[in-house]
């Protein structure tokens, strides 16, 4: 019997993953996919936040990028520049690879190829069957399984109901060594969301995200790609790579565990409703996951105190944020009133609020530590390397992430 069985092995499912073996316990991790370079679905834009407090992402990720432009249908601009790094493109493969090393290396069992197909409760555990008819017994089940978890369903936990749909092209850069964020807010190829165009003199992603009851997304961004070609800011290359899927935007969930499971990741619906961003939430949110599910199986706690909604408040502005977003962005005649006077002091902080201010997921709150190296039945449950920060001056750093 395992520990712990996490289904999915996105960035939220290897992390989690890789914490809970490092701290003990008999981790399974499955897959549907066949390796975890397969099938990439995201941009992988990390902010500032993230790469600030996991230093040691860094090597997986490419230049830094301070500039940033937005965009009106008709194409009025504001441009800002920051005096710090703020963005930082995320080499996928190569990151979800060593995360999975560094997984397997602490004891987890990975089985590629293998997806989810149900759950049965038992008395002090699930099994968890398999497609191939195989199945496991577990103490927990993890649902890391994305936007539209079959898992969180089964486990009878709270899931998505709102959504954008994002996909996006990867072309070699053409920034000749400048690396941008570009947004263009314009409902005829990105209603409810934006266009993007981030380049960071290595890849070139160029994208539309929209809400899909309003959009075509293979269609939106074929035009948003003739678009820029004509504006000169593409080239007639072939996409080296096209990236898609579906991002949550309801906020983070409010029951995300039981005494069965927990969720994490976009299962948990932990993507800021405004930026569509959910990396950082994927390492912030997985590492509390490990944390509460090792004293659950170390001490017997309650996986209750995983609870989203201590997280939803946080929410609360972002979710109101988007709203007013969706509400502005269906006039053409107000986007482009509100780049008018975009050169006014108040709209240009507000901009820098929304693109470099430091608000990302919000922290949990410190995992409870109560003793080290305790005896759990055959399990020794160790101190999670990799999850308690060190304390470096005033500046909070998380340990290493490389093998
Ligand atoms: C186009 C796009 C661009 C994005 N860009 C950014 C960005 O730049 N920055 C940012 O912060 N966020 C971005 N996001 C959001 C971010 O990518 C996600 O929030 C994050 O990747 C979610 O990770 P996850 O591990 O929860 O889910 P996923 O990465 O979706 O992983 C889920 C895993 O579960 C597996 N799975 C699913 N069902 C089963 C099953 N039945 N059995 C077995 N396995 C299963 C899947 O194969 C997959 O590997 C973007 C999203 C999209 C769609």
Same mark, same amino acid.
């Given at each position: ?6 289904v999915?092995?996105?960035? +939220?499912g290897?992390?989690?993953? #890789? ?12 897959? *549907? ?10 941009t ?29 249908? /008709? ?13 930082r ?5 190569p990151?979800?690879e ?15 190829n ?10 002090g ?18 649902? *890391? ?9 089964d486990?009878?936990l ?17 920034? #000749?060594?400048?690396?941008? @964020? ?8 990105a ?23 309003r959009?075509?997304p293979? /269609? ?8 820029m ?11 080296i790579?096209?990236?898609?899927g ?10 995300? +565990?039981?005494?069965r499971?927990?969720?994490v ?27 509460v ?15 989203g909604?201590? @997280?939803?408040?946080?929410? /609360? ?7 007013? @977003? ?7 005649a ?10 006014? *002091?108040?709209?240009? #902080? ?9 608000g ?5 709150a ?18 999670i ?17 490389t093998p």
């Open positions: 019997m395992y520990d712990i069985t996490v999915g092995a996105g960035l +939220a290897l992390q989690v993953a #890789r914490l809970a073996a490092r701290g003990g316990a008999a981790v399974l991790l499955v897959d *549907a996919r066949r390796s975890v370079t397969e099938c990439v679905r995201t992988g834009i990390f902010v500032r936040r993230t790469f600030d407090d996991y230093p040691s992402l860094l090597p997986f990720l490419g230049s830094p990028i301070r500039s940033i432009g937005i965009h009106s249908p /008709a194409g009025r601009s504001i441009g800002l520049v920051s005096d710090r790094d703020e963005f493109v995320g080499r996928m493969k990151l979800y060593a995360i999975l090393q560094q997984a397997i290396a602490a004891g987890v069992e990975w089985r590629p293998t997806t989810y197909a149900s759950l049965r409760a038992s008395r555990h699930s099994e968890v069957v398999f497609r191939d008819g195989s199945e496991v017994k577990t103490r927990f089940v993890v649902a *890391a399984d994305g936007s539209r978890s079959r898992v969180a369903r486990l009878g709270d899931q998505n109901s709102e959504w954008i749909t994002g996909v996006e092209s990867v072309f070699p850069s053409e920034s #000749r060594g400048v690396p941008r @964020f570009d947004c263009w807010i314009d409902r005829r190829v209603p409810g969301y934006l266009a993007w165009m981030v380049d960071d003199g290595e890849d070139m992603h160029v994208g539309v995200g929209g809400d899909r009851a959009f075509d293979s /269609a939106a961004l074929e035009a948003f790609e003739r678009r070609r004509k504006e000169g800011r593409l080239a007639a290359r072939s996409p790579e096209r990236r898609g579906l991002i949550p935007v309801n906020g983070v969930l409010r029951r995300i +565990a039981n005494a499971g927990l969720l990741g976009d299962a948990a619906g932990a993507v800021s409703p405004l930026t569509a961003g959910g990396l950082d939430a994927c390492m912030r949110l997985s590492s509390h996951a490990a944390s599910l090792l004293d659950a199986l170390r001490d017997g706690v309650a996986l209750d105190r995983y609870d909604c201590a @997280f939803r408040s946080r929410f /609360a502005s972002r979710l109101a944020m988007r709203q007013l @977003f969706n509400l502005a962005t269906q006039s053409r107000l986007i482009e009133i509100g780049f008018a006077v975009g050169g006014t *002091a108040v709209a240009r #902080r507000l901009v820098r609020h929304v693109f470099f201010g430091r990302s997921f919000p922290d949990p410190q995992p409870r530590r109560k003793c080290h190296g305790v005896r759990s039945g055959k399990t020794t449950f160790l101190p390397p990799g999850d308690k920060p060190d304390t470096v001056g005033r500046k909070v750093v998380f340990p290493d992430l």
